[in-house]
């Protein structure tokens, strides 16, 4: 656990300490819009039976990635779970700006997920973070922040972190997910500021923009438990995937020409070196180029949109740092119901992803 001086305990607000076993549904005062009225950001505060570290759970930080909305939505509705020790601080939407308006930025066009620790005599995203910086990150031991992939874009679930820091490193392996990015986070991102004053903080990178998805809020709440079991908040042993693939090197593969693209390849499936990752077509169907997988890799995410410029970001791969056959023996073994399966084949549904094999060139 932190060392870390809990400046204020999870359960202690202005409007009344929280009872043992006690949740309740708060609001942290953000802003305030043009009318003078009040922003607030909506929370739900969850004491333990017994004492305990507290564990933030954020949403929406980019205002339009409202996967992890949906599922700490349903955490707070059917958690499934008794919390035995510690607090929890589940947040739905951070940045309520953006999303009233869908979107990923403040209405400055200002990105709060760089505006971090923030100050209360600086710009607007700035004075926004430091709300949420003094009344979530610095109540909490633990974080975990959800996120989605860009708009026309989808990401297979997978957990970022700075795994220099051991104790990032056990959160991000206590979550669970089979596939983890190595990376420290960019200046003035939440996770990295929260790690700088002693709160260890992992982020999900799962799905859509503008959706809740079923599988990414059942590997989401899978994973949260996960990581209130590992810090013994909750009863139960944590998840163990059936294989891990920890990426330090990532790679957006780009469109060479103008075209319309076939998909060869979905979130979350192991490529090969030299491997026909995406088909750029003409309008008309003819060939024009490919997009080839210059390493043993894992898809990260894809864009969902077929039609691409050149330098498009078309997909974005992360390197094995292990024997490709290792993890492809895997993954032969895991049945169609496992979600990993599962989830490969629903963020796939609605983009069309053939194998090579199976369709000629046109004559
Ligand atoms: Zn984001």
């Known amino acids: 656990m932190s060392d870390k001086p809990s400046r204020k305990p999870g359960w202690s607000w202005p409007e009344g300490d929280l009872a043992p076993g006690e949740r309740r549904d708060m609001a942290i005062h953000a802003t305030e819009g043009f009318s003078g009225q009040a922003l607030e950001i909506p929370i739900h505060v969850w004491r333990g039976k017994e004492d305990g570290p507290t564990v933030f759970v954020t949403a929406a930080l980019h205002g339009d990635e409202i996967n992890g909305t949906g599922a700490v939505r349903e955490m707070i509705l059917d958690p499934g779970f008794e919390l035995e020790r510690g607090c929890l601080l589940l947040v739905p939407v951070l940045n309520v700006l953006g999303f009233e308006r869908h979107s990923r930025y403040?209405?400055?066009?200002?990105?709060?997920?760089?505006?971090?620790?923030?100050?209360?005599?600086?710009?607007?995203?700035?004075?926004?973070?430091?709300?949420?910086?003094?009344?979530?990150?610095?109540?909490?031991?633990?974080?975990?922040?959800l996120h989605s992939a860009a708009v026309r874009r989808t990401n297979y679930p997978h957990?970022?972190?700075?795994?220099s820091n051991p104790e990032v490193d056990r959160l991000a392996r206590a979550f669970g997910t089979e596939i983890m990015v190595d990376t420290i986070g960019p200046k003035g991102s939440m996770r990295r500021a929260a790690c700088d004053v002693g709160c260890p903080t992992i982020l999900l990178e799962a799905g859509e923009v503008w959706k809740v998805e079923p599988t990414v809020v059942e590997v989401t709440h899978r994973g949260i438990l996960s990581v209130l079991r590992s810090l013994n908040m909750v009863e139960g042993k944590?998840?163990?995937?059936?294989?891990?693939?920890?990426?330090?090197?990532?790679?957006?593969?780009?469109?060479?020409?103008?075209?319309?693209?076939?998909?060869?390849?979905?979130?979350?499936?192991?490529?090969?070196?030299?491997?026909?990752?995406?088909?750029?077509?003409?309008?008309?169907?003819?060939?024009?180029?490919?997009?080839?997988?210059?390493?043993?890799?894992?898809?990260?995410?894809?864009?969902?949109?077929?039609?691409?410029?050149?330098?498009?970001?078309?997909?974005?791969?992360?390197?094995?740092?292990?024997?490709?056959?290792?993890?492809?023996?895997?993954?032969?073994?895991?049945?169609?119901?496992?979600?990993?399966?599962?989830?490969?084949?629903?963020?796939?549904?609605?983009?069309?992803?053939?194998?090579?094999?199976?369709?000629?060139?046109?004559?």
């Not at 957990?159 to 795994?163: H, L, M, V, W, Y």
């Not at 180029?289 to 890799?297: C, K, L």
């Not at 290792?326 to 992803?353: A, F, G, P, Y």
């Open 106 to 145: 403040l209405p400055d066009r200002r990105d709060l997920n760089r505006s971090f620790p923030g100050s209360n005599s600086g710009s607007m995203a700035s004075r926004f973070a430091q709300r949420i910086f003094e009344e979530v990150i610095l109540r909490s031991d633990f974080g975990i922040d």
């Open 238 to 363: 944590p998840h163990k995937p059936e294989f891990r693939i920890i990426a330090k090197k990532t790679a957006w593969l780009r469109a060479e020409a103008g075209g319309f693209l076939r998909f060869h390849a979905a979130p979350g499936e192991i490529v090969e070196e030299g491997q026909t990752l995406a088909t750029n077509t003409s309008l008309l169907g003819r060939e024009q180029s490919t997009i080839v997988s210059p390493m043993d890799g894992v898809i990260l995410g894809m864009t969902t949109l077929p039609s691409v410029a050149p330098g498009d970001p078309v997909l974005n791969i992360g390197r094995l740092r292990q024997p490709i056959e290792r993890i492809e023996k895997k993954v032969d073994n895991l049945t169609q119901d496992s979600l990993h399966e599962r989830i490969v084949s629903d963020l796939s549904s609605s983009v069309m992803v053939d194998d090579l094999e199976d369709k000629p060139d046109p004559a």
């Open 159 to 163: 957990i970022r972190g700075d795994f």
